[in-house]
Structure formats: C-alpha cells, structure tokens
C-alpha cells in the first residue's frame, strides 16, 4: 500500500511541475503515462513521458493526451508507433547494426534529426554474417518501426515491401542497378554488390532491373573424350583394361611384365 502511495505521490509531483503553456527543451519530463499519453512532440522511456522537441507544452484532458507545439501553435514531430512504414537514409554501418536517418513517416516528410536503430537480426529471415553484406552507407531504405513513442526507433526490414530502395556503388557512387535478387552490379565501374532490397528497388527513381547483366554460372560439358569418361580412365572390364584375372586373363601389366623377363 505504502509503494502505490509513493508512487502516486510522486506522480503528482511530475504532473504538478509541467502545465499547459509551459516552454519545454527535448529530454524534459512531462508526466507518467498513466495520466496522458505521448502524442506529437513527445515520447515515453520506462513509464516516463519526455519533451522530444522545443517548444510549448499543451495537454488534452479529454482526449488524456499531451504534446509539445511549436510557439506558433503548429504541431511538433510525433514519435513512430509500432508499425509506421519509414524511409530514410544510412549515415552509420556497421558489423552488427546501422544507423537510419528517418525523412518520412507514412509518406508524410518530416524535418528533424530523428535517428532509427537497425540490428542485423531485424535485416532478413536468413543467415546474415555482416550488416555490410546487405546494406551500406548512404542506401536509401524503407523500414518499419517496431517500438512506439522511443528514442531511438527500432526498425526492421523484415517483408517483401522493406528494404533498400535505391543504392549506391561503394566505389563510384553510381546508382547500383538490380540484376537478379538482392546482386546489385554498377553500369559505370562494373562493380558488383549485393543488398536486401525490396521488390520494388529503383521504380521510383527510374531504375529497370537487368536480368541480363547477372552473373553467368559456369556450364560443364557432358561429352566424354576418346578416353572414356569425363577426361578420367577407361575401364575395359571389372579389373581395368587388363580384363578379369578370375576368368584366366591376365592384365596387360602382367604381359609386359613377362616380356621383360624373355
């Protein structure tokens, strides 16, 4: 009873510190989120409700809600929820993880330094040793979001409509053009990498796939030489060109091993 009183104590105290109008910075604390739930311009960290940007505190007691706006009463960045589909650009990779600079949410272009999270087990379903093997600095990715109202947002490219979008050639900077799935290979250098894309890479920046330009596999001839076989010895019986001691014929090493002896 005495921990629900301290807590409840303590709660009011935050709540009594943060009123509506009040000029906040990003990283204030606002309130618990059992009393208003984040909207724009704010975020939740272990229960707690924070300032994600400058500006004026404003709550909703109907709609139990509070968010920070801007001194001209527009409306801040509201934090992704789990779920939102977001673009944005690779400035840090990594072995295990990548940093996204995030520049829409729901094809909606927003204009802060929010900064997405990507572990290499969130990449794809299959076995990936090293984040460089699927993506790369300065790729241009669609993610989803799988945390909500936190900082920094943790995403995945997990499904057929996330991953690369466009690419660039690590040793030109050319756009890298797909061939055949996720093998990138570079028109200018000829340069050839590979990326988790997503199915629709380049369409929006007028790139065509080029099937064509794909790795050609090496093709083995099936026709077998004078000698029999593929370019191995020819066995003329079960014990080789000898024939079959067992039925009294012996082998051609025998033979001239005896003509040696005369």
């Known amino acids: 009873m005495w921990i629900y009183t301290a807590y409840a104590q303590t709660s009011e105290n935050r709540m009594a510190d943060v009123k509506s109008g009040d000029i906040v910075v990003p990283g204030d604390q606002l309130c618990v989120i059992e009393e208003l739930m984040p909207s724009y311009g704010t975020y939740e960290k272990e229960g707690i409700v924070y300032a994600a940007a400058p500006g004026t505190v404003s709550m909703d007691l109907n709609d139990r809600s509070i968010r920070v706006t801007s001194p001209d009463g527009r409306m801040k960045l509201a934090l992704p929820v789990a779920g939102d589909i977001l673009m944005g650009k690779a400035t840090h990779v990594f072995e ?7 520049a829409r949410i729901n094809d909606k272009d927003i204009h802060s330094g929010l900064v997405g999270e990507l572990h290499i087990s969130n990449v794809t379903r299959r076995y990936v040793k090293s984040m460089l093997d ?21 995403l995945s490219l997990v499904g057929q409509e996330l991953g690369v979008v466009i690419a660039s050639c690590s040793r030109c900077g050319n756009s890298l053009t797909l061939t055949t799935h996720n093998n990138m290979f570079c028109l200018r250098c000829e340069n050839r990498e590979t990326r ?45 060109r000898g024939g079959n001691r067992r039925f009294g014929d012996r082998g051609g090493d025998d033979r001239r091993r005896d003509n040696r002896r005369r």
């Open 96 to 102: 295990q993880r990548a940093e996204i600079r995030i």
């Open 134 to 154: 699927v993506l790369k600095q300065n790729d241009i990715v669609r993610a989803v979001a799988l945390n909500t109202h936190q900082i920094p947002v943790k």
């Open 196 to 240: 988790e894309v997503t199915t629709d890479y380049g369409q929006r920046f007028g790139l065509e796939a080029r099937p064509d330009l794909a790795p050609r596999r090496r093709q083995y001839d099936d026709r077998r030489d004078d000698r029999g076989g593929r370019g191995g010895r020819r066995f003329d019986g079960p014990r080789g």
